[in-house]
Nanobody
Framework: VQLQAFGGGLVQAGASLRLSCAAS????????MGWFRQAPGKEREFVSG????????YYADSVKGRFTISRDNAKNTVYLQMNSLKPEDTAVYYC?????????????????WGQGTLVTVSS
């Protein structure tokens, strides 16, 4: 079971980034996927989730309207398009594979985690 997240970097406020997470087929098949983030000194928090089919998505209020989650099941990859980035978006971003096929927002609903990719937004 493997999840590999990449695409992080250092950007200025207002810029965009797209994170990608490649999963092994076993991890990806029939699983909802999610993105979480953890800022220094803070707990890991939910950012966005997507159902297995991609028909259902869910966002934290803090990113709603700015971030878009999507997935390509043929490539076993989930994406997080982040627009209008703010300094408070600075964190390590983790992708995760859910225990269920539906969209979930609790850490406990996710069984497998990637290693994280750092996003730094300067003001």
């Amino acid at each position: 079971v493997q999840l590999q997240a990449f695409g992080g970097g250092l950007v200025q406020a207002g810029a965009s980034l797209r994170l990608s997470c490649a999963a092994s087929r076993r991890t990806f098949s029939n699983n909802g996927m999610g993105w979480f983030r953890q800022a220094p000194g803070k707990e890991r928090e939910f950012v966005s989730g997507i159902s297995w089919s991609g028909s259902s998505t869910y966002y934290a209020d803090s990113v709603k309207g700015r971030f878009t989650i999507s997935r390509d099941n043929a490539k076993n990859t989930v994406y997080l398009q982040m627009n209008s980035l703010k300094p408070e978006d600075t964190a390590v971003y983790y992708c995760a594979a859910g225990r269920y096929s539906t969209t979930r927002s609790e850490l406990s609903d996710y069984a497998y985690w990637g290693q994280g990719t750092l996003v730094t937004v300067s003001s």
